[in-house]
């Protein structure tokens, strides 16, 4: 068989927790809004913005859910997180954009996932945070 094929089949069976791919789609975002901010007048930086938007706003209505077992607390702490990147893209996509801010946000976004389940629970939360 094709080496080739057997390393994306080998890709495709890798399991990753959540929490890694969840910092991983952050990590990705975050990227293209450093990208864009190097370039700020071209389109890579409406595009990154575009990704941030949606991406926040996906994690808005996941955590809206009544399934989502996260606490009702932390819950509502990312989505006035959520709604802030959300405003500041809205309001100034076209002008003045806080790109520092967006990948502040996001970067905070990112070490939160990474940080050790152990060190989540000495927190007050639990071990195990799923996404929906």
């Known amino acids: 068989m094709n080496t080739k094929i057997n390393a994306y089949k080998q890709a495709a069976m890798m399991k990753t927790d959540y929490r890694s791919q969840e910092a991983n789609l952050f990590k990705r975002v975050t990227f293209g809004l450093i990208q864009g901010k190097a370039n700020p007048n071209g389109m890579d930086l409406v595009r990154a913005a ?31 997180i959520g ?17 520092d801010f967006l990948i502040d946000i996001n970067t905070q ?8 389940p152990e060190a989540v629970a000495g927190a007050g939360l639990p071990t195990q945070l799923p996404t929906a």
Do not use: Y
């Open 50 to 80: 575009s990704d941030d938007k949606l991406l926040w706003m996906t994690i808005i209505k996941l955590l809206q859910d009544d399934q989502n077992r996260l606490p009702a607390s932390l819950r509502g702490q990312i989505i006035s």
């Open 109 to 116: 976004m990112i070490e939160g996932l990474a940080a050790q």
């Open 83 to 99: 709604q802030a990147v959300i405003r500041e893209i809205d309001q100034n996509i076209t002008g003045t954009l806080d790109v």
